[in-house]
């Protein structure tokens, strides 16, 4: 595994990582999230060797991170990084050496991920003249393509329209099944909340909460009821809940915030004994909700 123990990195005065602790499973999806400034990308950077901590160890399988172990790994970038007089085969072909891959298996792994990147139609044509969502794709297969066992994407689905965003989620679960542990970090909540498989917050250097979506979820006090119709009567059953809050939501619904531990079936036969009741349904905290949490904000 990956594992970081008390990393710390400064920039002159600024602190940008404090004492940042975690460990990503061999074969995880690691979703690492927060707000611009929080020292994620200084993270990524030292775990790549690219900067050296101040102060802890960050090790894989135990061992320190030097440049044969680094060969291994693939990085995309947020920044662009791509040659635009290059041509999509050729730019391919020169990353793939890079990381050690040569003919016959380059020119292989270069039809592999030009189909399921859905860009082989661009292959002979200059990086330059692709549109950003499609330059996006030939950056993620130059970090991919040589099937890293450790991969680190940054911002990943920057430019991609809805339908590209899905093209790249499978080209993901397709390193999931060769074994690579993944390191997302993306502020699209929703793409990513279904593909990690752990997730750790980072605000203003330091770990805000760490774990997988459920045991995120068991830590929220909470959980939100949606009630159909907003009636009085049923009103007037959710208004005697110990401990709920009513939220704003859409017209027609009645949404209450309730104790995590409260008793949902208990609550939906008095509803019924009270009126006409056409919907209940008891929502988790979605991953959004969990990172406006841990970064402070209200939710």
């Not at 450790?150 to 339908?163: A, C, Q, R, T």
């Not at 499978?170 to 990513?192: C, D, E, F, N, P």
């Not at 498989?197 to 250097?205: L, Y």
Request: proline content about 6%.
């Amino acid at each position: 595994m990956l594992q970081l123990t008390d990393v710390h990195r400064s920039f002159g005065a600024v602190q940008a990582v404090r004492g940042v602790t975690f460990a990503i499973p061999t074969g995880a999806t690691f979703g690492l999230l927060g707000p611009n400034g929080a020292g994620k990308t200084t993270t990524m950077r030292m775990i790549l060797n690219i900067l050296v901590p101040d102060r802890g160890t960050i090790t894989w399988n135990g061992a320190r991170i030097d440049g044969a172990l680094r060969r291994r790994f693939g990085y995309l970038p947020e920044e662009r990084g791509i040659y635009g007089k290059l041509k999509v085969r050729e730019q391919m072909a020169y990353f793939g050496k890079l990381h050690g891959l040569r003919e016959p298996l380059l020119g292989k792994r270069i039809d592999e991920w030009m189909e399921r990147l859905e860009i082989a139609q661009y292959g002979n044509r200059p990086c330059a003249e692709l549109s950003k969502g499609n330059q996006q794709k030939v950056q993620v297969a130059c970090a991919s393509m040589h099937e890293p066992e450790f991969l680190i994407l940054d911002e990943p689905f920057s430019g991609l329209d809805p339908v590209n965003a899905e093209v790249l989620l499978g080209a993901l679960r397709h390193l999931q099944s060769k074994g690579s542990t993944l390191v997302l970090s993306s502020h699209q909540m929703y793409q990513i909340e279904n593909v990690c498989t752990e997730f750790c917050i980072i605000a203003g250097g330091q770990v805000r909460v760490n774990g997988s979506l459920g045991e995120l979820r068991a830590q929220w006090p909470t959980r939100t009821v949606l009630v159909e119709p907003s009636s009085p009567m049923l009103r007037s059953v959710l208004d005697r809940i110990p401990n709920a809050t009513a939220r704003p939501h859409e017209n027609g619904t009645l949404a209450y915030d309730v104790p995590r531990t409260f008793d949902v079936p208990q609550l939906a036969r008095e509803l019924v004994a009270a009126g006409d009741l056409t919907r209940l349904e008891r929502m988790e905290p979605s991953l959004s909700d969990i990172y406006l949490r841990a970064i402070g904000e209200p939710v």
